[in-house]
């Protein structure tokens, strides 16, 4: 399904409440485990080391780093909701972020968005999207939580 397209205030409002859709999969790798590990220095066994993960670890193999899945939203977020005519976007903050489910290597996942709430503060647009990452073939969601994002339009 094509993202939904904003270009205004007016736009966002004509989604409040509503479900903004749903990204295509994305596949984890330990590639990407591994070299986010060493962008964060978080080198865990349970996320870099397959053989002892799969022994040692509760899951039979590595996980993904809980940041890791959180840090590829912007990606998946650009799939659901082409926002345009923009001067600037900053991402303000999280509420109620909670890590329901690990996400094994090679698993793939996807973003669900529904618009919580949009706010017009004098010209500045506050969007909250509850979101949900979704693990293929599970039930449980990797997250939950409710993203802030301001907006500043032409």
């Not at 709430?117 to 449980?140: C, F, H, P």
Request: glycine content about 6%; aromatic content about 10%; overall charge negative.
């Amino acid at each position: 399904m094509p993202p939904v397209i904003i270009g205004s205030f007016e736009e966002f409002e004509q989604h409040n409440g509503q479900d903004l859709g749903t990204s295509e999969y994305f596949h984890i790798t330990q590639e990407q485990i591994n070299i986010f590990a060493k962008a964060t220095h978080d080198h865990q066994w349970i996320h870099t080391d397959p053989d002892r993960a799969k022994v040692e670890g509760a899951f039979g193999n590595t996980i993904a780093h809980g940041y890791l899945t959180l840090s590829i939203v912007p990606h998946l977020w650009e799939q659901i909701v082409d926002v345009r005519n923009l001067k600037m976007m900053i991402n303000y903050g999280i509420e109620s972020l909670r890590f329901a489910n690990p996400v094994l290597v090679d698993s793939e996942v996807r973003l669900a968005a529904k618009l919580k709430n949009v706010a017009n503060l004098r010209g500045t647009v506050k969007a909250e999207v509850e979101v949900k990452l979704e693990i293929k073939d599970q039930k449980k969601p990797a997250f939950t939580g409710v993203l802030i994002f301001l907006y500043h339009f032409q």
